[in-house]
Structure formats: C-alpha cells, structure tokens
Nanobody
C-alpha cells in the first residue's frame, strides 16, 4: 500500500516562498512518476509539476520559472519549492504518484493512482 504524506503548506504574502514536502512509501527501485496537483474548490485539478525516476521534470506554464520539483531518493521524499508566489497559487496541493504503467512526468491528474491528503497553500 502506497502512502504519501504532505507537509509544508501555510499562508504567505504575495512574492513569498514555501517548500512543500511529501514523504512516500514508494519502492525506490520501482519506476513511477511523482507529481504535485492543486485544486481550488469548484475548479478542476491542475497538475503543476511532475518528475520521473530518471529526474526528468515537467511544469505547468503558470508556474514555470517559479516552482521547482525535486526528489530525495535516499529519504523517499518529494519536494516542491515555490517562489514568487501569487494569489492565484492559492489552492490545496496534493502529492501524487502513478502506478508502474506511467513513468513519464505527466501533468494529467487522471494519470495518478496514489494521492496524499493534501496541504493548503494560501497566498494573500
């Protein structure tokens, strides 16, 4: 059973920074994709960043140049460094993982099988 536990959300002013973390129970020898997906109530989920086991990354245009996704394989932890935050970045942020069939860094929320409980990010 795959577990994903996010932390690091909070409230920040416009232009500020936050770093989200996601502790995973994924087998480090397996191939998968990890991603950060955000959702605002009443709107569709939006994939913001993804990384595969080779370290290839993919970013939504809205966060390109401001957000950085990374992973620490030794610690089984995924990170999302968010800089120059904007009010439109306000959302619940979820850490998610694909199963072994999808190993490229996809931003499609429907491609993810395993999900964390989410962490709220509020920018004002």
């Amino acid at each position: 059973h795959v577990q994903l536990v996010e932390s690091g959300g909070g409230s920040v002013q416009t232009g500020g920074s936050l770093r989200l973390s996601c502790a995973t129970s994924l087998n480090p020898t397996s191939r998968y994709c990890l991603g950060w997906i955000r959702q605002v109530p009443g709107k569709e989920r939006e994939g913001v960043a993804a990384i595969d086991t080779d370290g290839s990354t993919n970013y939504a245009e809205s966060v390109q140049g401001r957000f950085t996704i990374s992973q620490d394989n030794a610690e089984n932890t995924l990170y999302l460094q968010m800089n120059s935050l904007l009010p439109e970045d306000t959302a619940m942020y979820y850490c998610a993982a694909t199963n072994g069939w999808i190993t490229y860094p996809t931003l499609s929320a429907d491609s993810y099988t395993y999900w964390g409980q989410g962490t709220q990010v509020t920018v004002s």
